[in-house]
Structure formats: structure tokens, C-alpha cells
């Protein structure tokens, strides 16, 4: 499958709409799916990814985070 088909929309879930989790599991998991049909990527890049898939709004709940993991930690928690 070309992996252009699977690249995700941008993240911009508003977290205190009753419908963010359901919103967050949904992107989260097409991003997780386009990641890994990307093939081998660094840590590095996941973050840079990540940040290029969500809005600014989004970005902030993370903008501190040194790491992917990280990242995803602190979205998860505002969900």
C-alpha cells in the first residue's frame, strides 16, 4: 500500500470536547499505523513527525517534551 494513502490529518482535537478520547484513539492510532509503514525511523524522527501531524493548539500540551514518548505521554493525558 502506498504509504501516502495512510498519512493521517492533522491532530486538533479540542481536549475538553466530550468527544476527545474517542478523537485521540482514532488519530493516534492511524499516526502510529503511517509510522510504521514508513519503514525504520529514529526516535528523532518520530518526534519530528509527530509535531508536523499536529496543530498548534496540540503542540503545546507537548512543546517541552524532549522525546517521542514523551510527547505522546503528554498527549494522552490531556484526552
Same mark, same amino acid.
Given at each position: 500500500?502506498? /504509504? ?12 475538553? &470536547? ?11 492510532? &492511524?499516526?502510529?499505523?503511517? /509510522?510504521?509503514?514508513?519503514?525504520? /525511523? ?11 501531524? /499536529? ?10 517534551? &524532549? ?6 505521554? &503528554? ?5
Amino acid at each position: 500500500m502506498d /504509504v501516502k494513502a495512510l498519512r493521517p490529518k492533522v491532530f486538533a482535537a479540542d481536549p475538553h &470536547s466530550k468527544d476527545a478520547k474517542r478523537e485521540w484513539l482514532h488519530w493516534h492510532k &492511524s499516526f502510529t499505523t503511517y /509510522v510504521l509503514n514508513l519503514g525504520e /525511523v529514529t526516535p528523532a524522527d518520530k518526534l519530528n513527525l509527530l509535531v508536523n501531524h /499536529v496543530d498548534a493548539a496540540a503542540y503545546e500540551l507537548f512543546v517541552e517534551a &524532549s522525546t517521542y514518548d514523551e510527547a505522546i505521554a &503528554s498527549l494522552k493525558l490531556c484526552t
